[in-house]
C-alpha cells in the first residue's frame, strides 16, 4: 500500500507560480516512478508531468512545457510540480499517482495509488 497526500493548491492570479507537493508512505519511495495529473470540470483527468524512480526521466505533456517543472527529492519521499506562468485554464484538482514500477509513463491507468488532488485555480 502507498498513501499519498497533496499539498500546496490555491488560488493565484495568472502569470503567478504555486508549487504543488506529494508526500508518500507506505512503500519505499526511491522505488516507483510519480506523476502529477489534473481534472477540470465537465473534463477528464488529464496527464501532466512524470518522473522516473530517480528523477532521471521526466515527461511533460505540450501544455505545461516550460512552464512546469516536476522533480523528487527521494530522501524525504515527497515529489513536486512547480507550477510558473500559471493560465486559468490550468484550473483544475490535481493529483499526484503513483506507478508501482521505475519508469515513468504517461499512461493514466499504468498508475496503482492516487491522492485526495488538491484544487488550484487561477484567475484571469
Known amino acids: 500500500q502507498v498513501q499519498l497526500v497533496e499539498s500546496g493548491g490555491g488560488l493565484v492570479q495568472a502569470g503567478g507560480s504555486l508549487r504543488l507537493s506529494c508526500a508518500a508512505s507506505g512503500r519505499t519511495f526511491s522505488s516507483y516512478a510519480m506523476g502529477w495529473f489534473r481534472q477540470a470540470p465537465g473534463k477528464e483527468r488529464e496527464f501532466v508531468a512524470a518522473?522516473?524512480?530517480?528523477?532521471?526521466?521526466?515527461y511533460n505533456v505540450v501544455s505545461v512545457k516550460g512552464r512546469f517543472t516536476i522533480s523528487r527529492d527521494n530522501a524525504k519521499n515527497t515529489v513536486y510540480l512547480q507550477m510558473n506562468s500559471l493560465k486559468p485554464e490550468d484550473t483544475a484538482v490535481y493529483y499526484c499517482?503513483?506507478?508501482?514500477?521505475?519508469?515513468?509513463?504517461?499512461?493514466?491507468?499504468?498508475?496503482?495509488?492516487w491522492g485526495q488532488g488538491t484544487q488550484v485555480t487561477v484567475s484571469s
Open positions: 499517482a503513483a506507478r508501482l514500477f521505475p519508469l515513468a509513463t504517461m499512461a493514466i491507468n499504468e498508475y496503482d495509488y
Open positions: 518522473i522516473s524512480w530517480t528523477g532521471g526521466s521526466t
